[in-house]
């Protein structure tokens, strides 16, 4: 494999050009009145971006607004319509990502472009020319793992590593190709509350010493807290771009939505019958391939219309959800579950769609391990119908192919598409995220009401808030031992911290 490898990466941008002081003040990446259409989709009408050199700036906008599109066009991924890019005062006209690159732009994407079965050091360093150095590849990303805080094993393949470990590879990935403007997709969608910290602090030295980062994020308290400038779009348009200190939580998302976020009270939840007991394990033991205990002698139930919150730290609850969602056996012990069972899990492009074919087809691969007769396609059509109206997926049609839909609408989709049936048991992991905050409140909803209807719930999700706000208990998972918390975000917080150390 023919890769490149630099002498010395580092965390530092590029050194700018300060030959006049006309370059100095050029904008890093200015974007003007870019269009895209896919078929009869407006995608871009006219959208503008102007990122500051040394600025954070968020880019915001509910789900299918634009965001990643306008962002893939920036980094060469797709060619624009129409409209003009800028790199620091030169006019572009990338015709693929390697031209983004040499231009000193880097992207982290929301959905994982990884080699799962290449290791973590080869994926840092696939993409470039000269021979590939495994040792000397590790050596800079254990240097820029230790300066951001984010360890990774240079020798570990990609496939075995947790959602959570496959984020911090591509923003390491990211840092290591020495990029002086960063484009960060939902960065912090699967991370610890330690590692956006960690993150954010880093991106705020970057962009001190003349780098320039631009924040696709769902969460306005990520953006409002971190961001310098800000930019939001709303079906495909350019609707306010300000500096942040001008503007407030309503104001982004009154922009965002066109509407007040503010949602209805829910109706109280009926008391949950403890005796119908739908998940249950005894004395749980599960060791992972390289024989490494991730489970120790688990005994815990689930009662039907229970709502069971799951905190972690760094993937520690993935083979408890995987052995919950009937995708893992136990090394010993005895497991019950339920004939159905719906699951969205982390990775939904690995795990839970197939982005080559069509909505109905992605209908089709609900249960499909379990199907014994000939599809119905006429039904399974009616029901990608009634999924995209009843959770509100901006899509052509159900013909659309998956990849034609954004993060957020898949995320959507997939949810629908689990609940369509109306299963005894619903495994979630980090169901909300990539969502924006009207999107994540009727996800919200629709789980309380698939509770209410008789169903178990049990949803992982890193965000604490969203634990607490959904949960009828909490168990925390560390070191293959579950402890049980309250549902509050203190009480989750202390015993995670706890049962770190």
């Not at 290449?118 to 994926?123: C, D, G, I, K, P």
């Not at 075995?160 to 020495?178: C, G, P």
């Not at 350019?238 to 009270?265: F, H, I, K």
């Not at 009926?270 to 205990?293: M, Q």
Request: glycine fraction near 8%.
């Amino acid at each position: 494999m023919d890769v490149h490898t630099r002498a010395n990466w580092t965390l530092s941008p590029p050194a700018a050009d300060a030959s006049t002081e006309h370059a100095a003040e050029q904008p890093d990446l200015c974007l003007h009145e870019v269009s895209k259409k896919f078929g009869n989709v407006i995608a871009l009408d006219k959208a503008s971006l102007t990122l500051r050199k040394g600025s954070i700036h968020a880019l915001l906008g509910e789900n299918g607004a634009g965001k990643t599109t306008l962002m893939r066009i920036a980094f060469g991924l797709i060619r624009p319509d129409s409209g003009s890019i800028d790199v620091k005062g030169k006019r572009v006209d990338f015709a693929s990502p390697a031209q983004a690159i040499a231009s000193g732009i880097g992207m982290v994407h929301q959905q994982f472009s990884l080699v799962p079965e290449m290791t973590v050091a080869e994926n840092v360093a696939l993409g470039g020319r000269g021979r590939y150095d495994a040792k000397t590849t590790a050596r800079r990303i254990e240097a820029i793992s230790n300066r951001i805080g984010m360890q990774l094993d240079p020798f570990a393949k990609v496939k075995t590593l947790t959602s959570s470990q496959r984020q911090k590879l591509e923003i390491v990935r990211t840092f290591a190709h020495d990029a002086s403007i960063l484009i960060l997709d939902e960065p912090t969608a699967v991370l610890t509350p330690r590692d956006i910290g960690d993150l954010f602090a880093q991106l705020r030295k970057f962009a001190a010493e003349g780098g320039s980062v631009i924040l696709i994020t769902h969460k306005l308290r990520d953006a409002i807290d971190n961001a310098d400038d800000v930019t939001v779009l709303r079906r495909g348009k350019c609707v306010l771009a300000s500096p942040m200190q001008l503007v407030d939580q309503g104001t982004l998302a009154l922009a965002m939505l066109g509407s007040s976020t503010v949602t209805p009270p829910s109706a109280p939840r009926p008391a949950t019958n403890l005796s119908r007991v739908v998940v249950k394990f005894d004395d749980v033991f599960f060791e992972d391939e390289r024989r490494v205990a991730r489970l120790e002698n688990a005994s815990l139930q689930v009662a039907a219309g229970e709502i069971v919150g799951v905190a972690a730290l760094e993937g520690a609850a993935s083979q408890m959800l995987g052995l919950m969602a009937g995708r893992l056996q136990p090394t010993s012990g005895t497991i019950k579950l339920p004939t159905a069972i719906g699951f969205v899990p982390e990775d939904r492009s690995e795990e839970a769609v197939i982005p080559a074919q069509t909505l109905i087809e992605n209908t089709a691969l609900a249960n499909a391990g379990a199907r014994s007769r000939m599809i119905d396609w006429h039904n399974v059509r009616t029901q990608t119908t009634h999924i995209i109206a009843d959770f509100s997926v901006r899509a052509s049609g159900p013909t659309a192919a998956m990849s034609e839909l954004s993060g957020g609408n898949q995320q959507k989709f997939v949810l629908g598409r689990e609940l369509k049936d109306h299963p005894a048991l619903l495994v979630l992991e980090n169901p909300t995220q990539g969502l924006d905050v009207h999107a994540a409140n009727a996800i919200h909803e629709k789980i309380k009401a698939a509770a209410n209807d008789g169903t178990a719930i049990v949803i992982y999700s890193s965000d604490l808030d969203e634990l607490a706000a959904l949960s009828d208990r909490v168990l925390v998972v560390s070191r293959g031992r579950i402890a049980a918390a309250r549902p509050d975000k203190e009480s989750i917080g202390s015993l995670l911290l706890e049962t770190a150390d």
